[in-house]
């Protein structure tokens, strides 16, 4: 047989595989990048390497909630009353008095609350009085025990596990980092991943239109969801439809010191579909050349000592979607990240009718919003895997399952939430 021809035969008969074992096969294959102990300050947005525990309890003194007095409610008995003033207590000062019967102490929020009292009053609450030249304070209303005390021990317990390796950094774990006085933490190193174009119509963003050439956009798309997953895009020489220098480029990325190669384009069955050639003829192992999904069916994943390679489709939407549905698990899996592939999936009601018929499940670029607390998803415009204009309205991608009549109006589908999502 022809040596050509087999080779497109190969190209042609692709079996497909579903969606769940094409992102199984990967994430079977992930290692976790490597750890590093970096500043708190620079922290935000890695993923922790440790569990972190409560060093010390949150608070660790009894803390008060109000400016006002620190008292004994038994003292709120007869009312009004009149309390002697023993001690003045700003915050970071530590009481060097007890309250006894008929004392208090003045004190600001955040401040210790002394030893004997049993609740703050607020300071609205309370008149300043004089007696034989000794502040006092007089109280007209009676208040619980423990009112505006936070105790030891409120927020977290000594020892308490209050984040997990994997984690994001974010604001609120920031607060905490700092609050437990970790000036330093071990995260995941942010996993490096190539990103490298192919096809010879590419122009380079700076270079004007001309003849049946278009500007290369799928690179800093990518690059921009690469970087919503917490990873590092890199920028590499772009790939002409030539195969023999292709193959070479092709190792000498996958050889180079990067976590991931993520390649765009040339995946399907066309004369110059040259990662596909690739895939077929590689050193390394190809997981998976065909998902049953739409858009996106070629993509294409193997791994080469170690290193994960994938081959999106060239198509904008298509290549967009691949990197949601299969780039992304896995960045997250190799930065830690301990949840399944699609924790973030849930159920929104499909506002309009959907009537194109699909044979497989098809990941339709959507809006999700809310509406008198539920929950809806509509299709953003342009579907097909070529048209990209729609894709910066996108906030999620709404799954709808092979269909011979469509879907209606109402009922619940699936939306995966797009990694920049803020929705
Ligand atoms: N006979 C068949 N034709 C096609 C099939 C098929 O099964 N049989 N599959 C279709 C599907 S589905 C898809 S998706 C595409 C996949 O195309 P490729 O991955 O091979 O990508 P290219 O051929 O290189 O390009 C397709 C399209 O995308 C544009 N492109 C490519 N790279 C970029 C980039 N970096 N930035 C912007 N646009 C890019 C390219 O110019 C083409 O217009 O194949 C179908 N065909
Ligand atoms: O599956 Mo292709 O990615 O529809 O256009
Ligand atoms: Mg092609």
């Known amino acids: 047989m022809n040596i050509h021809k087999e080779k497109n035969d190969r190209k042609l008969h692709r079996k497909a595989v579903t969606l769940g074992d094409a992102q199984q096969a990967l994430l079977d294959r992930v290692h976790q990048a490597g750890t590093v102990k970096i500043a708190l300050a620079d922290a935000a947005g890695y993923r922790l390497a440790e569990d972190i525990r409560a060093r010390e309890a949150i608070p660790h003194f009894r803390r008060s909630g109000m400016d006002g007095y620190a008292i004994r409610t038994a003292d709120l008995q007869q009312l009004p009353v009149m309390l002697e003033v023993i001690e003045q207590l700003p915050c970071g000062t530590v009481p060097t008095k007890v309250i006894t019967p008929g004392t208090a102490a003045?004190?600001?929020?955040?401040?210790?609350?002394?030893?004997?009292?049993?609740?703050?009053?607020?300071?609205?609450?309370?008149?300043?009085?004089?007696?034989?030249?000794q502040p006092y304070v007089q109280l007209?209303?009676?208040?619980?025990?423990?009112?505006?005390?936070?105790?030891?021990?409120?927020?977290?317990r000594a020892q308490e596990l209050l984040l997990e390796a994997g984690e994001s950094i974010g604001p609120g774990q920031m607060a905490l980092l700092s609050a437990l006085g970790c000036a330093e933490v071990l995260v995941y190193r942010k996993p490096l991943v190539a990103i490298v174009s192919t096809g010879s119509e590419l122009l380079s963003i700076n270079d004007p239109l001309e003849g049946a050439k278009i500007r290369n956009s799928n690179i800093y798309m990518l690059a921009a969801q690469v970087r919503a997953c917490g990873a590092e895009p890199l920028f590499v020489e772009h790939i002409p439809d030539d195969y023999p220098n292709a193959e070479s480029m092709l190792y000498k990325l996958l050889k180079s010191d990067v976590d991931m190669v993520i390649a765009?384009?040339?995946?399907?069955?066309?004369?110059?579909?040259?990662?596909?050639?690739?895939?077929?003829?590689?050193?390394?192992?190809?997981?998976?050349?065909?998902?049953?999904?739409?858009?996106?069916?070629?993509?294409?994943?193997?791994?080469?000592?170690n290193k994960l390679f994938f081959g999106l489709s060239g198509n904008p939407a298509a290549c967009f979607i691949g990197c949601e549905l299969l780039v992304?698990?896995?960045?997250?899996?190799?930065?830690?990240?301990?949840k399944a592939a699609d924790v973030q999936a849930h159920d929104a009601f499909l506002a309009a009718d959907y009537n194109k018929v699909n044979a497989y499940p098809r990941y339709v670029r959507g809006i999700r919003y809310f509406h008198n607390g539920l929950?809806?998803?509509?299709?953003?415009?342009?579907?097909?895997?070529?048209?990209?204009?729609?894709?910066?309205?996108?906030?999620?991608?709404?799954?709808?399952?092979?269909?011979?009549?469509?879907?209606?109006?109402?009922?619940?589908?699936?939306?995966?939430?797009?990694?920049?999502?803020?929705?």
């Open 375 to 423: 929950v809806y998803v509509k299709q953003e415009g342009m579907d097909m895997s070529s048209a990209m204009v729609t894709l910066k309205d996108a906030n999620c991608l709404m799954v709808i399952p092979p269909t011979k009549t469509g879907i209606k109006a109402g009922t619940l589908v699936t939306v995966i939430p797009l990694a920049a999502s803020t929705l």
């Open 328 to 338: 992304r698990p896995v960045l997250l899996a190799i930065q830690g990240e301990r």
């Open 106 to 133: 003045r004190i600001m929020t955040g401040g210790m609350v002394p030893d004997g009292a049993d609740a703050v009053i607020m300071l609205e609450m309370t008149e300043e009085a004089e007696q034989a030249g």
């Open 140 to 156: 007209r209303k009676a208040v619980p025990v423990g009112a505006n005390i936070s105790p030891i021990g409120e927020e977290a």
């Open 264 to 305: 765009t384009g040339g995946v399907s069955v066309g004369d110059y579909d040259i990662i596909a050639d690739f895939f077929l003829q590689w050193e390394g192992e190809t997981l998976f050349n065909k998902i049953a999904m739409r858009p996106g069916s070629p993509t294409s994943a193997g791994v080469w000592n």
